[in-house]
């Protein structure tokens, strides 16, 4: 996993509450066996007519939706399936962080394994941020926990201590449980004394 | 010093951890592992690159349930990127070792249908799979839980996962349902009063006489539908009801074994006093049939209510929710859902495809036609359902009254297989998710339990099952 550095980027909002994850990438995308393309069908319903053409309205579609890092969304983003497709798309359109009120757990899981942070801020600060001009450059400190406005505000937020140390310095994690084998083992050998499990 | 006392969930929880370090989260155990071809191949795909291999192919399961077609099941799959899915899991079974009940085999079904009733799932296991609805298996008081695929690939390679505990959250239901009320309603209600996001962070335990006097299928319906509410999981304690349905299961213990196990599940019941973070009461006596008329699935009535009114909400985010999700429904505020022509009913999924979901539909039906303007689609969860089925002469009762009658599989639920609504055609679904385009794009769902959707088949507009009970 490369590290996870400190970014400036524009916003897009998508100031909508419950954005599940049949919509982030709907579920007739998900019958490939790669992780690869799916951010072309990113929002695929809200984002395309059904014979394919963009609809010229919907923020991706727009120049404000292009080369920002930041998607700036509303309240339990995230919510409804376990599909790690929904950051996989996040992040192969360019999205390095989720601005929202509360995501989904899942989602949020599912999300800092793919170095794609979820920030949660407080109502008042996120209305301030829907309220920032187009062009307003935000940045994101990991180390600090702290998003920058414009103004100077420093916003601080909470992540997970052990996402974070993975993010920052790049560990993974499956090569972190792998290191706990003995325990594992340990475990094993104890389980076989109490309850059979599987017949 | 944590309180000795204790709920269900948290004594799933201290029999499998694994190691603690401070400030990482648990490793904690993992007994049973499904699998399906959806969240797996990247997975398999990870482990192949780094060289591992499947740590206990003995405590996971594989099914193909997603992809398929529900139709004849001696025919080719047409679609070649689901033909390739569904290859790709037999391959990755077949290479790591695992037991995989595929399309050919008499075990089939949607994973949190086959899985129980083989018997693979057990009070106080940990359960997962890449699948948010695994709370399923909490009925049995398994901690049971959806998880990511990068989550799949942790749990094929080490059988555990790094967790922190959530909050704990107890749904108490007392009373008794009244006729054409079930648990889908319960769990409808739930949603309903929490809302989509009510319960995030939190294991919910449903306890209760009304939880108490449903069945083990019924008590599945309720959990299943806990992530709608945003839940992790959701448990029930295992009572008799349990063990009854449990014993002499293929894949349950037997002998000397069965009673050391019913011995230690007696133990897991949360304990007299042990305090829940959060509690919320439903009246199951009041309770009536429950309808959604929104796009997630907190956005539900009782089938008499009327749908809300977006101008009377505060919350400039709250009201655009409520306008957009009826503007996509096509629906008026402040009228009811009630009378409303449908195009399709659903009759499936996780959440109600189960024998018993058959046999109450079947009984709405039985000797009736339903009106011959809705496409009424029958899918049973299992290729033991429908053997069942079969048994039981329900497939002649669901053809005579003018279903179609289809092969096992998730279907219409999440509209991945070609079983699909076509833009602004609305179903009555006994599935558990009404999200924009679930059931096909621009597809209407409105989610109610089996009976309300086969008074709606005979009535080809939404109908209170109750006017002909
Ligand atoms: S029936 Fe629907 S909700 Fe259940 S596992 Fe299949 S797709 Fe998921």
Not at chain 2, 61 to 66: G, K, L, S, V
Request: aromatic share 6%.
């Amino acid at each position: 996993m490369i590290p996870f550095t400190t970014f400036q980027s524009r916003m897009v909002p998508m100031p909508l509450n419950n954005i599940d994850t049949d919509q982030i990438i709907p579920a007739r995308f998900l019958k490939t066996t790669s992780k690869e393309g799916l951010d072309k069908n990113l929002f695929c319903d809200w984002r395309y007519e059904t014979d394919g053409t963009p609809k010229p309205d919907f923020i991706l579609n727009t120049p404000r939706g292009q080369g920002a890092q930041i998607l700036l969304a509303g309240d339990n983003f995230g919510c409804g399936s376990s599909r790690e497709h929904a950051p996989w798309a996040l992040t192969q359109f360019g999205f390095r962080a989720v601005v929202s009120t509360s995501f989904a757990d899942i989602f949020k899981g599912n999300a800092l394994k793919n170095s794609l942070i979820p920030v949660v801020v407080s109502p008042d600060v996120h209305s301030k941020m829907l309220g920032l001009p187009e062009d307003a450059l935000v940045t994101l400190d990991l180390a600090a926990q702290t998003l920058a406005l414009p103004d100077g505000t420093a916003v601080e937020f909470a992540v997970d201590s052990f996402s974070k140390t993975c993010l920052l310095e790049g560990i993974d994690e499956l090569g972190w449980i792998l290191k706990q084998t003995p325990a594992i083992e340990a475990f094993e050998a104890r389980r076989v004394l109490s309850v059979n499990t599987l017949g | 010093m944590p309180s000795p006392l204790r709920t269900l969930s948290q004594k799933v929880w201290d029999a499998h951890l694994v190691r603690e370090e401070a400030g990482a989260p648990s490793l904690i155990y993992i007994d049973l592992h499904l699998v399906h071809e959806v969240t797996s191949p990247q997975a398999f795909s990870g482990l192949r690159a780094r060289g591992l291999k499947v740590r206990r192919p003995d405590l996971t399961i594989a099914t193909t349930d997603h992809s398929i077609p529900t139709s004849d099941r001696s025919l080719p799959i047409l679609d070649p990127i689901a033909a390739n899915q569904v290859a790709q899991l037999d391959k990755n079974c077949k290479e790591f070792g695992v037991p995989h009940y595929g399309v050919h085999s008499e075990h089939q079904g949607i994973v949190h249908v086959m899985g129980p009733e083989l018997g693979f799932t057990q009070p106080g296991m940990t359960v997962v799979c890449g699948d948010s609805h695994t709370a399923t298996h909490g009925a049995f008081g398994a901690l049971a839980f959806g998880i990511g695929t990068s989550e799949v690939e942790n749990v094929l390679a080490t059988q555990c996962l790094l967790q922190r505990p959530s909050k704990t959250f107890k749904v108490q239901v007392d009373g008794t349902l009244k006729p054409g009320v079930t648990a889908k309603d319960i769990i409808l209600a739930f949603c309903a009063r929490v809302g989509v996001g009510g319960a995030t962070g939190c294991v919910l335990e449903y306890a209760g006489s009304a939880i108490r006097s449903l069945s083990m299928e019924g008590r599945m319906t309720v959990c299943n539908m806990s992530i709608e509410a945003g839940a992790r999981a959701g448990l029930i304690a295992p009572d008799e009801t349990t063990f009854e349905y449990l014993k002499g299961r293929p894949f349950a213990p037997k002998g000397e074994e069965w009673d050391k196990a019913v011995a230690y599940w007696k133990t897991l019941p949360t304990d007299e006093g042990a305090v829940f973070d959060r509690t919320v009461t439903i009246d199951a006596d009041t309770l009536e049939p429950m309808i959604t008329w929104g796009t997630n699935p907190g956005m539900g009535v009782s089938i008499t209510g009327a749908v809300p009114d977006p101008s009377g909400i505060a919350d400039a985010l709250d009201r655009d929710n409520v306008e957009k999700a009826l503007a996509y429904m096509g629906l008026e505020a402040g009228k009811p859902v009630l009378g409303r022509p449908v195009d399709v009913v659903f009759i499936g999924s996780c959440t109600n495809s189960r024998i018993s979901d058959l046999r109450a539909a079947a009984a709405v039906l039985k000797g009736r036609k339903v009106d011959p303007k809705v496409r009424v689609m029958v899918v049973p969860g299992s290729m033991d359902v429908k053997r069942q089925a079969i048994a039981e002469g329900l497939p002649e009762i669901f053809r005579e009254a003018g279903c179609d009658y289809r092969e096992p599989g998730c279907s219409m639920c999440i509209a991945m297989n070609g079983d699909q609504l076509q833009p602004g055609q609305y179903s009555v679904s006994t599935s558990n998710r009404n999200f924009e385009g679930r059931q096909g794009k621009g597809g209407r769902t409105f989610l109610a339990s089996p009976l309300t959707a086969a008074a709606t088949a005979l009535a080809g507009v939404v109908a209170d099952v109750r006017s002909i009970l």
